[in-house]
């Protein structure tokens, strides 16, 4: 069986104060490093225009690519690189959704659960959401792609706004898990029917609502260097855990330790021998 982690990948210019660097990214990307080192049986597909972008990935064996004509590109703006919990972004916009006529013939015969990674609204219609779950498997979700609006127009990008929309509640309906930060979870509250909520809050901690509340205290990380992707591995680390049947306790302890290592260094986790 395969976990199958959908989602597009993207080219990322990270700018901390006056430096830049290009890299690629996405959370699908971010992801599979983690899926790699701990859940190895895993399927990552990806939509964009530009194939040459799945070499950076750990297994190109186990990377789909979708083709389309254009790619999600991301400014990630780090003005202080003392204070890496303030980010501004920029994205293009990228207008390529994944239909189910996309995944016919990509999916494997036997699937342990989808994580779906939308970017931003376009990225997977109510249709698309309709069809995985027909499946039946566990889904796990990051909303915050179908939230993002664009705002103001910098040259070819857009800054990000958050949005919420009547849809939402049916696309999130019967989700296993679904992943957010606490600005997103403040603009659609948590009434939804989901097995368990995670909202993440940076250098803060994270916290579960599954019936109860549980509190997840940060990891300290003595040297933080780079922390865009952070959300993504602690998301991937947490579904390692639940398809292993932890408690979501223990499942986003391990996350929180996971996510910690990871802005150690830069680019996507790298196990800390």
Known sequence: MTLVVIGPVTKDLIRIEDEETSKVGGATYFQSFVFEEFFNDYLAIVNCDDESLVKAFPDVGKV??????????????????????????????????????????LLPDEIDGFVLNPLNRNDFPPETVEFLKSFNVPIFLSIQGFLR?????????YTIGLDNFDGLGAILSGASAIFMDEAEARLIGT???????????????????????????????????????????????????????????????????????KISSFGPYKPNK
Do not use: W
């Open 149 to 157: 609006v664009p705002n103001d127009k910098v040259n070819d990008s």
């Open 64 to 105: 789909c690519v979708i083709e389309k004509d254009d790619t999600h590109f991301f400014i990630n703006h780090y003005p202080d690189a003392g204070d890496l919990n303030v980010r501004n972004q920029l994205s293009n916009f990228a207008d390529i959704p994944i239909c189910p006529d996309d995944l016919m013939g």
């Open 191 to 261: 009434d939804y029917d989901v097995d368990e909520m995670v909202i993440t809050n940076g250098s803060f901690g994270s916290r579960i609502i599954a019936g109860d509340e549980i509190r997840i205290d940060p990891v300290p990380c003595d040297n933080p260097v780079d922390t865009t992707g952070c959300g993504d591995t602690f998301m991937a680390s947490y579904v390692v855990q639940k398809l292993l049947l932890k408690t979501p306790e223990t499942a986003g302890n391990f996350a929180s330790r996971i996510a910690s290592e």
